[in-house]
């Protein structure tokens, strides 16, 4: 069975310009969520979607968007990329509902410069 | 903000011995789960476990909860050099119903052939 995958793995992008991060969920898993994590830290919730629709956002400006589409997978986009938006960036599919786990891919690696 | 954190913050040990991790949290959950990060790669599912267990095994894993404490452990038994990596406990998301978490800073654990 395929695990989450998530595309790009490794992105060099350059300040300013916009990224779009891709993810596939686990089959069956209608519910994506997405997660930040720069060096030296554990991961930071981004966002969650479910259904289609936002049922989540974590601390992060407006540059950051996402969506879901009828497949069930999903796009995080960053605009504006800063130096510090430099991390990986890491993709979770669950079964809906609380009390169950999440299951990662493998994240896509960006880097800002 | 960090829900859990988790202590000691690096742990270096010798293959055969075992290895303890300690989570602190802050607020009243339902569920805490362990994952495992190798080398700043996708998350691995380690363990749930609920609020009403106080132990469970899996494998050469036990981990403990005591939610008067609010705390959490995370016991590897005989550990291998392959066990190498970063541990993370991770807690539902207060005031979400869904499966999204905060997670500690990780342990970063070293198991020396």
């Known amino acids: 069975d395929a695990g989450v995958t998530q595309s790009p793995t490794h992105l060099i992008k350059t300040r300013g310009q916009h990224v779009t991060l891709r993810c596939s969920p686990i089959?069956?898993?209608?519910?994506v969520s997405w997660y930040q994590q720069v060096l030296g830290q554990g991961p930071q919730f981004i966002f969650q979607?479910?259904?289609?629709?936002?049922?989540g956002r974590g601390n992060f400006p407006d540059r950051f968007s996402a969506r879901q589409f009828p497949n069930y997978s999903s796009e995080l986009n960053v605009n504006a990329l800063l130096l510090g938006d430099s991390a990986l960036y890491l993709c979770?599919?669950?079964?809906?509902?609380?009390?169950?786990?999440?299951?990662f891919g493998q994240g896509t690696r960006l880097t800002v410069v | 903000s960090q829900q859990g954190e988790e202590d000691p913050q690096a742990l270096s040990i010798q293959e055969g011995e075992n290895a303890t991790m300690n989570c602190s949290y802050k607020?009243?959950?339902?569920?805490l789960q362990w994952y495992r990060q190798n080398s700043g790669r996708g998350l691995v599912h380690l363990i749930l476990?609920?609020?009403?267990?106080r132990e469970k095994h899996s494998g050469r894993l036990r981990v403990t909860l005591d939610t008067s404490k609010k705390s959490s452990s995370l016991l590897i038994t005989a550990s291998r050099a392959a066990d190498t990596a970063s541990y993370f406990c991770?807690?539902?998301?207060?005031?979400?119903?869904?499966?999204?978490?905060?997670f500690g800073k990780g342990t970063m654990l070293l198991v020396s052939p």
């Open positions: 979770a599919s669950s079964l809906v509902g609380s009390g169950t786990e999440a299951f």
């Open positions: 089959s069956g898993h209608k519910s």
């Open positions: 979607y479910y259904e289609k629709e936002e049922r």
């Open positions: 607020t009243s959950i339902n569920n």
């Open positions: 476990i609920r609020s009403n267990e």
């Open positions: 991770a807690t539902p998301r207060p005031g979400t119903g869904y499966s999204t978490l905060t």
